[in-house]
């Protein structure tokens, strides 16, 4: 295949440039110490193998050794459903159809806990293909969303919440900033020399791709959102009617080693397909949520804990050393299941390509609930 630097070099490439950015390259002390970072157990390491060798612009992004979270006290494993065995496939199934049931009933969840999948999507096309060269390759003129962040660290902040926040703080106070580019662009400021000044944060700035699947993505064949076990929860019921709808876009995600989604949760159950590198994440149970100190729902970090795993402050967040993690760790091929309103906090333990599918009640079954309730209320 032709060296992407060089197809990309042949092409005009779109900048995103805001008002005020620097000429001026700069880069951190992290981004200089990048590959050398280690630390004794690295989760990269403790994955059984890596199908994949890493791509020119995976093996020249920027990436460090993620933050040890010893500190946390994990309890637990996440339950394992090996999906080339047969029985454990329709076992699992039947129990995503039986999580979809008591949703639409609107019965308790406490029941239901993650699940992983393993090598449930391990025929998917994109899992052997979709190298970040390749999606330069085939999709590098598509325009993306990119989070920009001053560290390593990626904090999600609400559209909405942040328009309220830049009325009275400038980009580069917020703790993350999403920006429009190709994917290409994006491709070129993930490396570690990239030439690309600043968009928000002149000290130092990293990039995460979070970003729509492209109709070109899905009308590919690389991806398949029919078959199990996403239609053990989105088919439509004997009379044709879908309860369980997507919440949201499937969504992309690149990211580069050591990129951190700090501790929060999502109010929507969830789907994380993992197509290429290996990510771990740290799980604590809805009960479980108060002692991860979460900002009021007014605040720009809303749905996000206090509390960070690396270093936490006990002293200050004293309940949150009575909190027990499970602890799950994907490689490319797997499917991870993790219902709302689990507090989870993620790792890419190598450059990753991941994909999540947010899903829910229809509005339809929504409106129905309400008025049972009205009826039913003493």
């Not at 440039?17 to 690295?42: E, I």
């Not at 993930?190 to 002149?202: G, K, N, R, V, W």
């Not at 993505?217 to 996403?230: A, K, V």
């Not at 929507?268 to 009960?287: A, C, E, N, Y």
């Amino acid at each position: 295949m032709v060296s992407l630097h060089i197809a990309c070099a042949q092409l005009e490439r779109t900048r995103v440039q805001p008002a005020g950015a620097l000429r001026t390259p700069c880069r951190t002390a992290l981004n200089r110490r990048q590959v050398q970072c280690s630390r004794t157990l690295d989760c990269a390491v403790t994955a059984p193998h890596m199908p994949h060798l890493q791509s020119p612009l995976e093996s020249g992004a920027v990436g460090v050794a993620p933050p040890s979270t010893e500190a946390v006290r994990v309890t637990d494993q996440v339950r394992t459903c090996t999906w080339q065995d047969l029985a454990q496939q329709e076992q699992a199934t039947a129990e995503l159809q039986a999580f979809c049931s008591a949703s639409i009933k609107g019965l308790g969840l406490e029941p239901f806990k993650p699940l992983l999948l393993k090598g449930a999507v391990a025929s998917w096309p994109a899992v052997d293909k979709w190298s970040l060269d390749w999606l330069v390759e085939h999709y590098g003129e598509q325009r993306v969303q990119v989070r920009a962040a001053p560290s390593m660290r990626f904090a999600y902040v609400e559209p909405r919440l942040m328009r309220t926040y830049l009325r009275f703080k400038s980009p580069q106070q917020a703790p993350s900033m999403l920006a429009p580019m190709t994917l290409k662009e994006f491709a070129m400021r993930a490396q570690q020399d990239s030439p690309d000044s600043p968009l928000f944060y002149p000290h130092g700035e990293f990039y995460y791709m979070q970003s729509p699947v492209t109709q070109d993505m899905r009308r590919s064949g690389d991806l398949d959102f029919e078959q199990p076990p996403f239609s053990a929860v989105l088919a439509p019921d004997e009379n044709g009617e879908r309860k369980i709808v997507p919440a949201a876009t499937a969504r992309l995600w690149i990211s580069p080693r050591g990129a951190v989604s700090p501790l929060h949760f999502d109010c929507h159950d969830s789907f994380l397909i993992q197509v290429r590198g290996t990510k771990r994440m740290l799980l604590w149970s809805p009960d479980q949520l108060h002692r991860t100190y979460p900002y009021r729902n007014w605040h720009i970090l809303r749905r996000r804990g206090k509390v960070d795993p690396v270093k936490p402050n006990f002293k200050k967040y004293p309940k949150f050393a009575e909190a027990h993690a499970m602890e799950v760790v994907l490689q490319p091929g797997d499917v991870f299941f993790f219902p709302g309103y689990w507090a989870h906090y993620t790792e890419s333990c190598s450059f990753s390509v991941s994909i999540t599918c947010r899903f829910g009640l229809a509005e339809e079954v929504c409106k129905r609930r309400s008025w049972f309730s009205l009826l039913v209320r003493p």
